[in-house]
């Protein structure tokens, strides 16, 4: 690793910890800053109202940010690489079109059938959206990977992803039709996606699985980079390409299932800190473009879940928004620059 | 010291479908020797992709039998595939963010452990692959801001840090321009020499394989493949047989091949050495057949290097002394208008 890679990469953790006390600090209830120190560390006597936000509220949302951000961005790496497509991302097979119709499922009919409207049930229907997005998209996770064993082509496969998802957006348009106004609007709150959802033991359970499952996305580094040279010279290296498509793409289709399902479908993120983090590391080396996109991945949604609870918006901006408003102008740049670099060369 | 490599028999190659079996050539028998630069040569649409992937065990094959170093290619695995065959493709390989050297080291992949780093050792033979390759200078590069000559040299020294005893290139040449074509064609003759690995590539550049490998496979819908090194082939008469088109005649004086005009007149030529060549090629290209043996009223003596200009006899006794060969197409352009 060249020496100024490794500066970045200490500076962006250094940043991730900076960012996490910030969003432990910052809120539309203001509490002083040495009171959150004393939070922390379980010192003095703090009102209880405060460390409830802070134990209850803050922290449990800057985890849930930093490994959705962190389990996003490594998907998207996955996916572009896998299908050498820079415009690939967590949502391009169709994987977050899958949770939403599965949450679509849940949130429109049962309103439609059950005569309950789903927003009304509380926490047992945040586990049913969960579950729900889970299998929405892991299902038509499995229906990729059973194309992919079939389909010859990256660019075929691409494409059956693309449909799949238009297919899975047609069901959601006809549910949608069939719902009442209520039910449609706590879909459409859950399409906007939140790090704010997920409370108290679901956050440990989606910790939890994140802090395996990322590793284990790890173990595809080398396999990731001699897919870098296109099939047919990764297969001379000895690469078994079938084996090594179907495991990148469930790698990043868990990942992808498992944070939607727990925040919504999350766009932009997957998408741009791949592209991110090329272009700050000069590489498309996964030995270090892994790392750099778990922690850049990690900064980004937790400086995002920052600018969506500023003092002002009350919580109610929604992290989508955000995400894009943000990231597309900060990438961008970033890119544009490169590029005048590489033409001064 | 050559030793037989590869060992083709009765192969067919083509490929199955679910309905049925697409057969593209058949009864293929032929060697592939260490120490030597062969060339497939055919048109397009005859097979040569496919003999190359189906040899280089990227397809199956549909019967007979190959052997690599004596050992059935079904016999090996994906892992000693990688080490004894290296292949060199066509298409320009769309990496971006990749130096030369990270990508040459790519090479080493089939040596490396779990998390693909390079050892001392791996460091070594990426560094002597580069330095056989002679791109030193472009080691640091990144591989997407070369031109495409130095990307495939790059992919050769991939197929050497390979460190495989066998490379198989398709149309390595295919989109360089003549220099580049000339370069990489010497360096692969070059290395069959210097590290004798057996070197196969198909390629369409019919002078440069004729005059550079060491055997030619002609490969033909009608003929199947027969092979031999260029010079048996063109006294065999395959070389004229197998490019007797409208258009090309094989040269059997020169042993290269060269467009066939229709001539519409002729002029006696006389001269010898470089002029005389190049005065002949020009009236040739105009339609004109001019050389020693020709008879005519009009006559041009070429001279040598030494005088200036050519002297054009004409009927009447007077003589013009053109400069330039374009001064002297002008005139026979004039005399024939």
């Given at each position: 690793m060249r020496h100024s890679n490794t500066l970045w990469m200490l500076a962006i953790i250094a940043a991730i910890f900076v960012l996490i006390f910030l969003n432990l600090v910052l809120g539309s209830v203001s509490i002083p800053l040495q009171s959150v120190w004393h939070i922390i560390w379980n010192s003095g006597d703090e009102p209880i109202t405060w460390q409830n936000i802070i134990w209850k509220s803050r922290l449990p949302q800057a985890l849930t940010a930093l490994v959705a951000g962190a389990g996003l961005s490594i998907s998207g790496l996955q996916m572009q690489t896998v299908f050498?497509?820079?415009?690939?991302?967590?949502?391009v097979l169709g994987i977050s079109s899958g949770a939403s119709m599965g949450v679509a499922f849940v949130v429109l009919l049962s309103g439609s059938l059950g005569g309950v409207a789903l927003s009304k049930l509380g926490f047992m229907g945040e586990i049913a959206l969960s579950i729900a997005a889970v299998i929405g998209s892991l299902s038509v996770m499995a229906l990729i990977v059973y194309v992919s064993q079939k389909v010859k082509g990256n660019v075929t496969l691409l494409i059956i992803g693309v449909m799949i998802g238009y297919v899975a957006n047609a069901v959601i348009g006809v549910l949608k039709f069939f719902s009442v106004e209520e039910d449609i609007r706590a879909y459409v709150i859950w399409g906007l996606g939140s790090f704010a959802r997920v409370s108290g033991n679901q956050m440990m359970l989606f910790v939890f699985l994140m802090t395996i499952l990322i590793p284990l996305s790890f173990l595809l580094i080398k396999t990731m980079n001699l897919m870098l040279l296109g099939d047919s010279y990764a297969r001379n290296l000895g690469l078994n390409i079938k084996q090594a498509r179907l495991l990148v793409i469930t790698s990043a289709g868990v990942l992808t299932a498992i944070v939607t399902a727990y925040?919504?479908?999350?766009?932009f993120l997957g998408l741009a800190v791949p592209h991110l983090c090329r272009a700050i590391f000069?590489?498309?080396d996964h030995r270090i473009l892994m790392p750099a996109v778990l922690f850049v991945g990690a900064a980004l949604a937790l400086i995002c879940n920052l600018i969506a609870r500023m003092p002002g918006f009350e919580g109610a901006l929604p992290v989508n928004s955000v995400t894009a408003l943000v990231g597309a102008p900060v990438v961008a740049s970033v890119l544009f620059r490169k590029r005048k670099n590489e033409l001064n060369e | 010291m050559k030793q037989d490599t590869i060992h083709i028999n009765g192969l067919s190659i083509g490929y199955h479908s679910k309905s049925s079996t697409k057969l593209v050539a058949k009864d293929i028998h032929s060697t592939i020797y260490s120490g030597e630069l062969t060339c497939l040569l055919g048109a397009n649409g005859v097979g040569k992709s496919t003999l190359l992937r189906t040899l280089s065990a990227f397809q199956p094959k549909l019967g007979g039998e190959i052997l690599v170093l004596g050992k059935d290619?079904?016999?090996?695995s994906d892992k000693e595939l990688s080490t004894t065959i290296g292949v060199v493709l066509t298409d320009k390989c769309e990496i971006r963010n990749m130096s030369v050297r990270e990508l040459v080291g790519m090479g080493r992949s089939p040596y490396t452990g779990f998390w693909g780093k390079l050892s001392k050792d791996d460091k070594r033979i990426v560094e002597e692959s580069i330095a056989l390759v002679r791109i030193g200078e472009l080691a640091s590069r990144m591989v997407h801001t070369l031109s495409d000559g130095e990307r495939q040299k790059v992919m050769i020294a991939k197929a050497l840090a390979q460190e495989t005893p066998i490379i198989y290139l398709d149309e390595p040449t295919a989109f360089l321009d003549f220099p580049s074509k000339v370069e990489i064609m010497q360096l692969l003759h070059h290395l069959t020499r210097q590290t004798n690995k057996t070197i196969f590539m198909s390629t369409h550049d019919l002078e440069l394989a004729l005059q550079i490998s060491d055997k030619i496979w002609l490969m033909d819908k009608a003929n199947g493949i027969s092979t031999g090194t260029p010079e048996d082939l063109a006294l065999s008469g395959h070389l004229s047989n197998f490019f007797a088109?409208?258009?090309?005649?094989?040269d059997k004086e020169t042993g290269l091949f060269r467009i066939d005009n229709q001539f519409s007149r002729q002029v006696r030529l006389v001269g010898h050495g470089q002029k005389y060549a190049m005065v002949r090629k020009a009236l040739q290209r105009n339609g004109i057949l001019a050389n020693r043996e020709v008879e005519s009223n009009i006559w041009i003596e070429t001279g040598d290097l030494k005088t200036s200009g050519f002297i054009i006899h004409e009927t009447s006794g007077s003589t013009y002394t053109p400069l330039t060969i374009e001064e002297l197409l002008a005139y026979f352009d004039i005399e024939k208008s």
């Open positions: 050498r497509n820079p415009l690939a991302g967590p949502s925040c919504g479908p999350i766009i000069q590489t498309s | 290619i079904d016999a090996y088109r409208k258009g090309i005649v094989f």
